[in-house]
């Protein structure tokens, strides 16, 4: 029988690349631990900010929830969990509805805000009417990035914690290679913030592959979600998730020097902050003077 490499109970995970081997107690130690190393390797948290958390009701943000509630209660940060409804019916109610019930047991302030109030339509209906060229989750990606600083400006946050994990990360970095995005890649920064914008964004689970992610949130009891999202085709994504998973079954660890990689050229990058200028209709940091997610909803609302 294998034995933690902790203690002396039965041990019944193996991280590979390393070869530690972790009991149920451990292995969730291991994790928040590792989460708190990456929070401050990155200088991700500082004294006094007021952080928020984006919850979208799925295993890894409710996962990140219960990190972040331990964490910033130790080290006294206020914390919120902020949760977009993008009107996906049949989809986005048990999400929001397991979101609900774990803030209401944490005793963390939740902040939901809707597509609808928001931006006038939900998903459902932006997508009914929606034949351009643009797929469903591109459209969601920029309209609920923008709906999350709001939910984050009205709960008076300043730094905004997501659930990437390492898989998406190292998968997001590829795709921008591939899509030619590379000009995107220094907005993938650990700890990143638009000069103008007075949020920024951090990735605390983002050194944790996703199978210890999925098991964590499986051994703290989280609901899985019963169904996927309706509108999810991911095409390249799922090609280069299969591909990368391939190399890590044949070569233990090749995952987290891919991260490494990622990382350094990523440190390369220094987003000028001439390049921003606020949008002409909401006043959001833009590139072109109009913001992605204007263009979009004016698309959706018919006046372009
Ligand atoms: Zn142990
Ligand atoms: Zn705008």
């Given at each position: 029988m294998e034995i933690c490499s902790k203690c002396s109970s039965p041990s019944f995970y193996t991280r590979r690349y390393s070869g530690e081997k972790f009991c149920e107690v451990h292995f969730k130690e291991s994790v928040i631990s590792k989460v708190s190393r990456t929070i401050s390797k990155y200088g991700m948290l500082k004294y006094g900010e007021r952080v928020g958390v984006a919850v979208s009701g799925g295993k890894d943000s409710l996962s990140l929830l219960l990190i972040m509630e331990k964490l910033c209660r130790k080290k006294g940060l206020e914390l919120t969990a902020l949760t977009v409804d993008e009107g996906i019916e049949g989809y986005r109610d048990e999400a929001i509805s397991n979101a609900t019930s774990i803030t209401k047991k944490l005793g963390i302030r939740h902040v939901v805000v809707s597509y609808r109030e928001l931006?006038?339509?939900t998903l459902d209906k932006a997508l009914r009417q929606d034949d351009r060229d643009v797929s469903s989750c591109s459209f969601c990606g920029v309209m609920r990035r923008r709906a999350i600083d709001e939910a984050a400006l009205r709960a008076g946050v300043n730094v905004v914690a997501t659930a990437h994990n390492l898989d998406d990360f190292v998968q997001t970095f590829l795709m921008n290679l591939l899509h030619g995005?590379?000009?995107?890649?220094?907005?993938?920064?650990?700890?990143?913030?638009?000069?103008?914008?007075p949020l920024r964004r951090i990735k605390p689970?983002?050194?944790?592959?996703e199978e210890e992610t999925a098991l964590f949130a499986y051994l703290s009891g989280i609901p899985f979600q019963s169904v996927s999202c309706p509108?999810?085709?991911?095409g390249l994504r799922s090609e280069v998730r299969d591909f990368l998973n391939q190399l890590e079954a044949k070569h233990p660890g090749m995952k987290y020097v891919l991260f490494n990689s990622c990382m350094e050229v990523i440190s390369h990058f220094n987003i000028s902050k001439e390049k921003s200028k606020p949008c002409k209709f909401c006043g959001m940091p833009s590139s072109s003077g109009i913001c992605g997610t204007c263009r979009m909803a004016r698309l959706v609302r018919g006046g372009v």
């Open positions: 931006f006038g339509f995005d590379v000009e995107r890649l220094g907005f993938m920064s650990p700890s990143y913030k638009d000069g103008a914008f689970m983002m050194e944790l592959y509108y999810m085709h991911e």
